[in-house]
Nanobody, 125 residues
Framework: QVQLVESGGGLVQAGGSLRLSCAAS????????MGWFRQAPGKEREFVAA????????YYADYVKGRFTISRDNAKNTLYLQMNSLSPEDTAVYYC??????????????????WGQGTQVTVSS
């Protein structure tokens, strides 16, 4: 079991940037594959990005490639999502998630075992 806490969300104008963080409790963070998902009102939770336990492999949804970067600092038990060139379509609650097993279907929410409470990202026009 692990506790995940997201931070860094807020209000930003279109074209701006935000950096989200996800702090994990416990001492086993480095063994988990990690992902970011987002959910807008009236829509299902959708995949944003994922990273392997070692940080050597990353995966992105097509709509964020070239704009978002997922990274992790295992020494700090922290996952990051750098978001650039934000648009109103990026407005959503962003969640971090941990997979205690080996990453398989990284773009499916059911793959992940632990979830944070989410942080709101709002991009104005």
């Amino acid at each position: 079991q692990v506790q995940l806490v997201e931070s860094g969300g807020g209000l930003v104008q279109a074209g701006g940037s935000l950096r989200l963080s996800c702090a994990a409790s416990g001492r086993t963070f480095s063994s988990y594959d990690m992902g970011w998902f987002r959910q807008a009102p009236g829509k299902e939770r959708e995949f944003v990005a994922a990273i392997s336990w070692s940080g050597l492999r990353t995966y992105y949804a097509d709509y964020v490639k070239g704009r978002f970067t997922i990274s992790r600092d295992n020494a700090k038990n922290t996952l990051y999502l750098q978001m650039n060139s934000l648009s109103p379509e990026d407005t959503a609650v962003y969640y971090c998630a941990a997979d205690r097993g080996h990453m398989g279907s990284y773009d499916r929410a059911a793959t992940y075992d632990y979830w944070g409470q989410g942080t709101q990202v709002t991009v104005s026009s």
